[in-house]
């Protein structure tokens, strides 16, 4: 959400954020943005500091007078880069706004907005994965989720196997094949079970997050 009436950093700020495929809802009245926060969640909040009101805004979120926490806020204003950057957001803009600075922060403000939706993504698969649970002991399995943390699996035969595992599948609709060390972490009667990521290679780890982020946006 841009809380602003500064039209033309609300027109920088619209065309960014829409080639990061991020949507936009523009407020001119700081009241009528605390009433919309109030009944949605919102990822992040852009407050232009030359609006009246925009402090007390601000101080209401900050001090939890808003019903929805919003996990980023950014704030603009021409009342220099240290008076901004005193008001406690993750990130300034100075007005007026360059095209170079906006590309800049927002990008790394959808890099953030994206690792918290996608540290409680879960993708629901029903692909084949292998289980190793000790030398020679393997298993084929039924991958039923996964997420940048672990997976879900259903498994052919319920035992009472717990601990380090052996995980090998290949990503849908991809030759990339992923390996990782983990743990099981619960199980059920029924042959269901969760297994949580212990380590893999940092190549593995970026090409699931990639993978993961096409997912979310093609849903």
């Not at 080639?19 to 523009?26: E, K, P, R």
């Not at 170079?100 to 084949?128: F, G, K």
């Not at 595992?165 to 972490?185: C, D, I, R, Y």
Request: proline fraction near 4%.
């Amino acid at each position: 959400m841009v809380v602003s009436r500064d039209l033309q950093e609300v027109s920088v700020l619209e065309c960014i954020l829409g080639s990061l495929h991020i949507g936009v809802d523009v407020e001119s009245e700081p009241e009528r943005a605390r009433v919309k926060l109030a009944k949605s969640k919102i990822d992040a909040l852009i407050i232009d500091f030359d609006l009246v009101g925009a402090t007390g805004f601000l101080n209401g979120l900050q001090n939890g007078h808003t019903r929805n926490a919003v996990p980023l806020i950014i704030v603009s204003g021409s009342s220099g880069r240290k008076h901004l950057e005193s008001k406690g957001a993750s990130f300034v803009f100075q007005k007026p706004i360059s095209v170079e600075q906006a590309v800049h922060t927002l990008s790394a403000a959808r890099n953030m907005i994206l690792d918290e939706r996608l540290r409680y993504h879960r993708e629901t698969l029903d692909v084949p994965v292998s289980l190793t649970y000790a030398p020679r002991k393997r298993e084929r399995a039924h991958l039923m989720n996964l997420s940048q943390g672990g997976i879900g699996v259903r498994l052919q035969r319920v035992h009472d196997t717990l601990g380090p595992v052996k995980v090998n599948f290949v990503l849908p609709g991809t030759k990339l094949s992923m390996k990782f060390l983990g743990e099981v972490a619960w199980k059920d009667k029924r042959g269901n079970a969760g297994i949580r990521f212990l380590e893999t290679t940092p190549r593995t780890k970026r090409e699931l997050r990639l993978w993961l982020e096409r997912q979310y946006f093609t849903h």
